[in-house]
């Protein structure tokens, strides 16, 4: 089984993106499930239930998020509703929404950190309490793992290492060059990386982004312009096992 894993989804610019290179990227690998990050999809920061179809319509199967999918109120009934959209497993049970779902026989998982992050559940005992809800059921599992400090993201994946079939960080819009199988056969990547505009500070216009730096005062951001990079995860997976048995970084660029 391969299943292709996408960045975090940035504005009207990375829906375009998507919407441009998925379908030749599952003709290509022969994808069976693809997920992807898209709690920045409505210009920039959060979700709407438009720019939740345009990205199901784009292709995409299971759709998680993060820390910004409280945006905009007007996704709490598609988080509500039997749609494959994901809120982070570890906020509070009585939020809506939910944190994971099973899409294709593989059962895929939604997580936010703590550190330099926010005040949630553990992310570690949650997923322990959901493996335990799963135990003895044989599927892929897939975590995506909302977080900002990598040493967060390393230790969760060395955790769930043989528990699950790939843990694949999201949130910092930077890829990182760590992708690997470690030793009990779960894909880990600390960040998959964005789907956002190259010329930006992680998606947003640069000249925005660097006066708040510099005043340290609050200002609207607004996403980039320009090339956009592509960035994603796939994995391919031992359906007996659960297993992963590759992992490879995919990135391209669109005008």
């Keep these: ?17 998507v919407k441009e290179i998925l379908p030749g990227l599952c003709d290509q690998y ?13 210009g920039g920061l ?11 319509d784009s292709g995409i199967d299971v759709i998680t998020t993060g820390n910004h999918i409280w945006a905009y109120n007007e996704i709490i009934p598609y988080l509500d509703s039997e749609l494959p959209l994901l809120r982070p497993l570890n906020y509070p049970p009585q939020n809506p929404g939910r944190g ?3 899409k294709n026989n593989v059962l895929v998982v939604n997580l936010v950190g703590r550190v330099f992050i926010g005040h949630f559940d553990c992310p570690f005992r949650a997923m322990d309490d959901l493996l ?17 400090a990598t040493s967060e993201k390393v230790a969760m994946g060395r955790y769930l290492d043989g528990r699950v ?5 999201t949130h910092t819009h930077v890829g990182t060059i760590d992708a690997q199988i470690l030793p009990g056969g779960t894909a880990y990547v600390t960040d998959i990386g964005m789907v956002g505009p190259i010329d930006s500070v992680i998606g947003d216009d640069p000249d925005s982004v660097i006066k708040r730096f510099l005043t340290q005062m ?12 592509f960035d994603a995860i796939l994995v391919e997976i031992d359906t007996d096992t659960a297993r992963a048995t590759d992992i490879k970084r995919i990135q391209k660029v669109v005008d």
């Excluded at 022969?30 to 409505?42: C, H, P, R, S, T």
């Excluded at 079939?165 to 960080?169: P, Q, R």
């Design 218 to 229: 609050p200002s609207r951001l607004s996403v980039g312009k320009g090339k956009v990079r």
């Design 30 to 42: 022969d994808i069976n499930l693809v997920i992807g990050n898209g709690e920045n999809a409505a």
């Design 100 to 102: 994971y779902v099973v």
């Design 165 to 169: 079939s790939a843990v694949l960080g």
């Design 46 to 56: 959060g979700l709407t239930p438009g720019t939740a179809d345009e990205l199901f």
């Design 132 to 148: 335990a809800k799963f135990e003895g059921k044989s599927m892929p599992i897939i975590v995506d793992f909302h977080a900002e």
């Design 1 to 17: 089984m391969k299943i292709l894993a996408i960045g975090d989804i940035i504005g009207k610019p990375g829906r375009k993106a």
